[in-house]
């Protein structure tokens, strides 16, 4: 992780990046820190270390989550308080979500292991669209704790993504 990857790839501080942006400053100033540009074997180092920062810089802000967490982090009103506090009735819904999981994936029930997909999805999406809506104003204590609230949420939501079958 960078200390700002937003300065590193030259780029506003704001939650709702265009990627095709990202893309093309990340590539362009790859091209220009490439350590096969160099002859120099300290320039070439110096090129590797770059080329590294800038890789970790686009990895973090190419995902929503974690472009969200380096916006938290570089606003300074990142805290532990909230660390893994969630919204009401989120670990109550996603418990039963796990539940109909387990005994569709026993089942093979290929319509609700869809279903089940499909409710994940989309609730990241609504998880991913609240974050924006808390990013698209300045951020004050009360924004950032609704924004770690909003982040503990997707973590559980893209979990659960990451162990359904099929994904």
Known sequence: ????????????????????????????????????????????ADAVEAMSRLTDAHRELADPESRARALLRLSGLESDGD???LPPDLLMQVMEVREELEAAVEENDQ???ERL?????D???QRLSALAGHFANTLD????????????ALRYVQRMLEQMPGQ
């Open 117 to 121: 997909r499909a409710w994940a999805h």
């Open 123 to 125: 609730e990241r999406g």
């Open 141 to 152: 204590a009360d924004s950032a704790a609704a924004v770690r609230l909003e982040l503990n």
């Open 1 to 44: 992780m960078t200390d700002d990857p937003f300065a590193t790839l030259g780029l506003d501080r704001r939650f709702d990046l265009d990627e095709t942006e990202l893309r093309q400053r990340f590539l362009s100033a790859s091209a220009q820190a490439h350590p096969d540009r160099f002859t120099d074997p300290l320039d070439q």
């Open 111 to 113: 319509g609700a292991l």
């Open 83 to 85: 660390r893994d506090k």
